[in-house]
């Protein structure tokens, strides 16, 4: 009610504004479309051809005949599934053990935690990736998860989304005899999913999308990310005889991204709006 | 419980080692060249596969096939591959066999991490002295050969013949190129005048070989010394700013394309919208298979030359791909296997040649089985003329960024060309003082 009631104040020209900046944002992903379903042929010399058909699914055919396509999507969905379950488990716990219990150096930690929001991941990618080769951990889930899941921001979110929640509602459940653990169980929990939601949304693109780390832990094509695997199957240079198939690559590793946000989009709004930890 | 002795077999499952327990020789092979497993993945005939992926990947098929008692496996890693195998060897876990431009087996060579090749080419029966110069010597550093090179590639003049018959620059069935800058000139001024288009198609946005490769390629022409020593490079001079002069004289006189990355420049050439479009070995089949389709602007109107010879000698910079074998513990039948796979590189050096570059082997430039491919007579020149930078010089992929960057915005007038190339010596310079 109240979204309708605030586009009926919406004057045309705030609108007509609003549709010429949809237009502006949305023209890259409708032209990479246009190029995906036109033959590679067709756009070699003048790429314009994408505005007029005919049509094709051929790249798309392409993509699936390739031999390891599925594995690498196959990867992509484990790597940024284990990630993101990971990744709220812990910051959850983190975040319930920062805002609610007192124990020494707990606001020394949370800044040290806070810190690690201001290293860059290129800083410790060397020691990082040593420290990996000695676990002889690449080439492995494992090696593609355990980066993902030491989450400063996530850790933070959390913590501030507890702190929010009225301490009133522990002292009432102790009262009841529940332990810490089915405080943090049985009733913080089930009042963190909305902030749960948004963390698991960003933690999936953000693996999901993610280039650098896989590209030098996952060094055989079995174990590549969509992200790695598209890249090393680009045979052209520059790409000119198979843009269509290049377009249709981008539109293929989105997809999940896609689905991902048209079903959690409430939450991502929210979150953008910054209404997710009021 | 179970589910945690579950996950954690999966994870040692996960880590766990996956070389064949066949009793067959495992080869690990990394390469760049792109994936193409769909279109080629089952063939071994490598005469009726096109491309680079396609070649090399027949021929990789055909190799474990004719050699039952080995197995290579291959790795496809993205463009240029680098970072990936870098990684490796700092995880102490490189592949067997690794595709490398010839132009950055010093980076990895001066580290130790490539064994040099003499024992391998020895084992396979294969003598350096049947290389090519341009592909021996761009693998050589120190005295010795750091890899098996099985190509040379480098800058060409691909040229629309249509047009250039229009600008009245063709002669006997062959485009007249100039011998002299100011000739150059004056081909392209007439070419303008009579087609209204472009002579020279460049591409300097965003493609910083084109710039280096144009310098380097004159430098090396006038016998100018680029690099008095391994960690310095010499470019404020005038055989440099007299190339730099005249390419910024072409941009500004109109007769050339401005503005264009890589793709833009290659569609204008496909589009027949420019003369001259300098560029490398690699797009030969493609601009071929545009001069053999009917409708296409190309269509029978496309031809190859090596860089015309404007100052000095009858000089090309070329680069090359070689396979290269990083330093790490093997079975003597592993050892056997890789000089076995050289043997059969060298054997299908012909194939290799189909996808544009040129062979590395003198035998086949001079086969008339090479010869009979497109444009190819053209080309042989190249296998003499062409010169490699010098083998000592480390971090060759870095100087061509900042070189051509520097360069380019000279040749765009971006900025004069003494600043351009007193900045490029400089930049180049402090990198080099970083190398060992």
Known sequence: MAADASRTRWSPMTLLAILLAAFVMLAPLIWTLLLSLKENEALIGNSGAALSPPYTLENYRSILQGNQVFRWLLNSLIVSGGTTIGVLALCSLAGFGFARLDFPFRRTLFIFVLLGLAIPEQAVILPQHQLFADLRLHNSYPGLILPGLAGPFGVFFMTQYMRAIPKELDEAAMLDGASRFTLFWKVLMPLTLPAQATLGVFTFLGTWNAYWWPLISATRSDMYTLTVGLAAAQMNYAQTSGLGFLMAQAVFASIPIFVVYILFQKHIVRAMAGTAVK | ?436
Request: net charge neutral; charged share 20%.
């Open chain 2, 1 to 436: 419980m179970r589910r945690l002795f579950a996950f954690a077999a999966l994870l040692a499952a996960s880590c766990s080692d996956n070389a064949g327990g066949d009793g067959r020789a495992e080869i690990y092979l990394q390469r760049f060249f792109g994936e193409c497993g769909a279109q080629y993945g089952g063939a071994t005939d490598v005469s009726k596969v096109e491309g680079e992926c396609g070649i090399i990947t027949a021929m990789i098929n055909k190799f474990n096939a004719n050699n039952p008692d080995v197995h290579v496996s291959s790795n496809v890693v993205a463009w240029p591959g680098y970072p990936q195998l870098s990684a490796q060897m700092a995880a102490k876990d490189p592949p067997d066999l690794v595709t490398m431009h010839t132009g950055v087996i010093s980076d990895y060579a001066a580290e130790g991490l490539l064994e040099p090749v003499e024992p391998y080419l020895a084992e396979a029966g294969l003598s350096p002295s049947a290389l090519t110069d341009a592909s021996r010597s761009a693998v050589t550093i120190g005295g010795r050969l750091y890899g098996l090179p099985f190509d040379t590639h480098g800058g060409l003049f691909h040229i629309n013949t249509k047009l250039f018959a229009e600008a009245g620059l063709m002669k006997g069935g062959k485009p007249v190129l100039p011998t002299s800058p100011e000739e150059m000139l004056a081909h392209a001024r007439q070419f303008k005048e009579r087609t209204g288009k472009p002579y020279l198609i460049q591409s300097l946005v965003g493609d910083n070989a084109y710039a280096a490769r144009n310098v380097y390629t004159y430098l090396l022409a006038q016998n100018a010394v680029l690099f008095p020593n391994p960690r310095q490079i010499r470019l404020q001079t005038p055989e440099a700013a007299r190339i730099v002069d005249f390419f910024r004289a072409i941009t500004a006189s109109g007769v050339s394309t401005r503005n264009q990355d890589t793709p833009a420049a290659i569609a204008s050439f496909m589009s027949g919208e420019g003369g001259i479009y300098p560029t490398g070995t690699w797009m030969i089949g493609q601009f071929e298979a545009e001069a053999n389709t009917p409708g296409r602007p190309l269509y029978q109107g496309y031809t190859v030359y090596p860089y015309p010879r404007l100052w000095g000698a009858d000089v090309s910079y070329v680069s090359g791909h070689a396979w290269v074998v990083p330093r790490r513990e093997r079975t003597p039948e592993q050892s056997r296997a890789i000089a076995r796979f050289f043997r059969f590189v060298a054997e299908h050096n012909f194939d290799w040649a189909r996808t544009g570059h040129l062979p590395a082997f003198k035998a086949v430039v001079e086969s008339p089985a090479f010869k009979a491919l497109p444009h190819r007579t053209n080309l042989v020149p190249v296998a003499r003329t062409g010169r490699p930078l010098p083998g000592g010089v480390q971090r060759q992929n870095a100087i061509e960024g900042l070189v051509g960057e520097e360069i380019a915005a000279a040749f765009n007038g971006q900025k004069p060309t003494r600043r351009a190339l007193a900045d490029a010596e400089r930049r180049v310079n402090a990198l080099l003082a970083q190398t060992d």
